[in-house]
């Protein structure tokens, strides 16, 4: 079965403190992973696409990375407006199907 | 710049009732996605169109039912609404192909069955 899980569920850092985001995924025909943002009560804003183990994407203080089965999202030194859901999902063989993992709420706290 | 429009932006139902959510794709975005978050979860994909015809089907219920429109404008009618249908009923709109760019998502029409 088709799978993408995340971790850790929730992160908690101090400003300036740099992490990373876990995303593994278990799946056939992987066509990309993606990256996402989600605000509260807002829709996923997408950040990166990766479609290769190696294959790094960066956009101000993220940077993603792919292996063959998981994608990290390294935040380094975060501020407080990177305080956000993050969502990990992954392109499957069918063309247009794409599903999401539970994501990591981020908080950063000033 | 154009983004996906969705309508309405929230909606108060009954249980057993219908509802209809739309969805107006960015221009010259060939495909469209329609997604359901429930508090705290993940979008689960629910179905998906390219040029007007159903290309993909996730985990809809029966009791919904989809379309897009001539001007790639997309509705999606759910009947005999139930409490576990409240929930965040994303769209998204995307190029086939260029999917380096992602899916470009709506702000969401929040459902509330009573």
């Known amino acids: 079965e088709d799978q993408v899980t995340q971790s850790p569920e929730a992160l908690r850092l101090q400003e300036g403190e740099s992490s990373s985001l876990n995303c593994s995924y278990t799946?056939?025909?992987?066509?990309?992973l993606f990256w996402y943002r989600q605000d509260p009560g807002k829709g996923p804003e997408f950040l990166f696409t990766?479609?290769?183990a190696g294959e790094e994407k960066e956009k101000e203080r993220l940077k993603a990375t792919l292996t063959k089965k998981e994608s990290f999202l390294h935040i380094t030194a975060p501020k407080p407006e990177d305080s956000a859901t993050y969502l990990c999902?992954?392109?499957?063989?069918?063309?247009?199907?794409?599903?999401f993992g539970p994501g990591t709420s981020l908080s950063v706290i000033p | 710049a154009a983004g996906v429009i969705q309508s309405p932006r929230h909606l108060i139902k009954e249980k057993r009732e219908t509802a209809t959510l739309k969805c107006y794709p960015i221009?010259?975005?060939?495909?469209v996605y329609w997604y359901q978050q429930g508090p705290g979860q993940d979008p689960q994909f629910l179905i998906s169109?390219?040029?007007?015809?159903?290309?993909d089907k996730g985990s809809i219920p029966d009791r919904f039912s989809a379309q897009q429109f001539s001007d790639y404008h997309s509705e999606l009618n759910m009947s005999s609404l139930e409490l576990g249908d409240s929930a965040l009923y994303f769209c998204?709109?995307?190029?086939?192909?260029?999917?380096?760019?992602?899916?470009?998502f709506g702000s969401g029409t929040r459902l509330t069955v009573v």
């Open positions: 799946v056939s025909g992987l066509r990309g």
């Open positions: 221009p010259r975005h060939d495909t």
């Open positions: 169109f390219y040029e007007k015809m159903q290309s």
């Open positions: 998204a709109s995307s190029l086939r192909g260029a999917s380096h760019y992602g899916y470009t």
């Open positions: 990766l479609y290769s």
């Open positions: 999902a992954v392109g499957l063989g069918t063309y247009d199907k794409v599903i």
